[in-house]
């Protein structure tokens, strides 16, 4: 029996449902995979590009590889729209890959929550553009 709890937890309203995303994007912004990891269930899935992640043993492995790659990372994200226990977010974020090229990732996710408010399906769209540091906003 799963007793892990993630507030808020759905039925989502506009609050709680910007409350959640504003709370991934915190934590995504730490770099912190481990404290990442604690807002999916055991056994979650997820679609990142072209790579399929399931469970957080794997989402810890893939966020710390994404971050020793990724440097000066940085990441807004903004609820589009939400029902019942699924969200719809717009995203983009910022870094410098291990050449010194800045890019600037686009993309929009879909979530599923449990009912105890942990993310159970993560679907990420996600297209990169080359900048220039002059052009970063984040």
């Known amino acids: 029996m799963n007793t892990e709890i993630k507030h808020p937890i759905p039925p989502f309203n506009e ?3 910007r409350l959640k995303v504003q709370m991934a994007e915190d934590a995504w912004n730490s770099k912190d995979p481990v404290k990442v990891s604690k807002a999916y269930t055991i056994d979650s899935e997820w679609r990142n590009r ?3 992640i ?4 794997e ?3 893939f966020l710390t590889k ?3 790659n990724e440097r000066h990372y940085k990441l807004k994200k ?3 729209g939400f029902k019942n226990n699924r969200m719809a977010v ?9 050449n010194d090229q800045w890019y600037r990732a686009y993309g929009n ?3 599923e929550f449990d009912e105890n408010g942990l993310m159970q399906k993560r679907y990420a769209s996600i297209n990169d553009l080359k900048i220039e540091e002059s052009d970063r906003r984040l």
């Open 15 to 17: 609050e709680t449902a």
């Open 50 to 52: 072209t790579q399929f």
């Open 54 to 57: 399931n469970g957080r043993t």
């Open 59 to 61: 989402i810890i492995a």
């Open 66 to 68: 994404k971050w020793n």
């Open 78 to 80: 903004e609820l589009w």
């Open 90 to 98: 717009r995203f983009e974020y910022e870094f410098q890959d291990n």
């Open 109 to 111: 996710e879909l979530w």
